[in-house]
């Protein structure tokens, strides 16, 4: 961590907390919470210095992880963040509703998301700043000279008319200084060493047009792979792991029957920043066990597949 010169995460809490005093004031600040590492540091960072007017909103865009939205904001509570839940997976899948590009999917999610969210953040008065858990990576790539690789939405998302300053702690730093920031501030190991997850969440592992159906089914495969991961220890060994809904139709066949449903992707990579990545070789038996599990269990899903490509040439999500 480096402010001019090299810090500890102690030394960056202490000043982070004094400049974010600095900043605001008496002044409140609103966050939107994503459940992830950084935006929940920020949260934490945000709180240590001005208590309850950190105004934070948790919008459950409904492609979360399942039981995500109720387990967070529990969490968000215990912590003792002033944070408010707002359920409006409708309104994403509306805007999703006939959009199969990646971009075009990423760009309606995150306007719907902008859309909520203001709508939330005119309702909380006197709010003059908005809080964002970027960090390097998201803005290194969303910089990228060679063009967009991806739309983050969580990088230049503050609309104009909202008239708010913009406070980022975290901007500067890598995942890895987020997570020892974390340690520092607190929160459980199992929290802090969460994997990443994307801001528009599932909505970039379910290929195609989006739908609750679809979601539903990518849910529960995922919960099998992630509690897999978890079950056999592997779990802390992948920085990130994942389950992708591919809308592709193999045939297969169960009790006699013929079968024709969907595919599943499993990923699990490593990687230090996001940047380059490679293939977590998972043992044979732990990949046996979840596509067995995900097939018997998950309805509409006859065939699991695991992902072998590195970053580059691949990305780490598949939109
Ligand atoms: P890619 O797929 O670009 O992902 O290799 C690199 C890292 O960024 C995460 N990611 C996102 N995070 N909003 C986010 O907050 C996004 O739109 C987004 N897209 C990708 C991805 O999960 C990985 O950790």
């Known amino acids: 961590m480096y402010n001019g010169e090299k810090l500890n995460a102690k030394a960056f809490v202490a000043e982070q907390v004094a400049a974010i005093k600095e900043q605001v004031g008496s002044d409140v600040v609103i966050l939107g919470l994503s459940g992830g590492v950084d935006s929940t540091v920020t949260a934490m960072l945000i709180n240590k210095a001005i208590g309850s007017k950190l105004q934070c ?18 969490h968000y509570k215990v912590l003792g963040l002033n944070v408010k839940g707002v359920r409006a997976a409708d309104r994403f899948f509306a805007a999703c509703k006939g959009i199969t590009d990646p971009e075009l999917k990423r760009k309606a999610i995150g306007k719907t998301f902008i859309d909520v969210f203001n709508e939330e953040a005119h309702k909380v008065s006197d709010a003059k700043w908005l809080a964002q858990g970027t960090i390097w ?25 909202m008239h708010l300053g913009l406070v980022e702690p975290l901007k500067y730093l890598y995942k890895f200084e987020v997570r ?6 607190g929160l459980d190991a199992s ?106 269990n998950v309805k509409g899903v ?18």
């Open 57 to 74: 909103i948790f919008v459950d865009h409904g492609l979360l992880r399942k039981n995500e939205y109720e387990d967070v904001l529990e």
């Open 302 to 319: 006859n065939r699991v597949v695991f992902d072998i490509s590195s970053k580059p040439q691949a990305t780490i999500e598949w939109e």
């Open 137 to 161: 990576p998201d803005i290194a790539e969303s910089k990228s000279d060679k063009g967009t690789i991806k739309s983050h939405h969580n990088v230049g998302g503050l609309p104009e008319e």
């Open 180 to 185: 020892e920031v974390g340690f520092e501030l």
């Open 191 to 296: 929290f802090v060493n969460r994997h990443p997850f994307p801001g528009p969440g599932l909505g970039v592992r379910c290929l195609g047009e989006l739908t609750p159906e679809k979601i539903a089914i990518l849910q529960e495969a995922d919960a099998i792979w992630i509690n897999t991961l978890r079950e056999t220890g592997w779990y802390d060994k992948i920085w990130q792991a994942a389950a992708i809904f591919v809308p592709v139709k193999t045939t297969g066949v169960s009790d006699g029957c013929r079968t024709y449903d969907n595919v599943i992707a499993l990923r699990a990579v490593n990687s230090v920043d996001a940047v380059t990545a490679s293939v977590v070789q998972v043992p044979w038996d732990i990949l046996d066990k979840v596509q067995h599990d995900i097939i018997a």
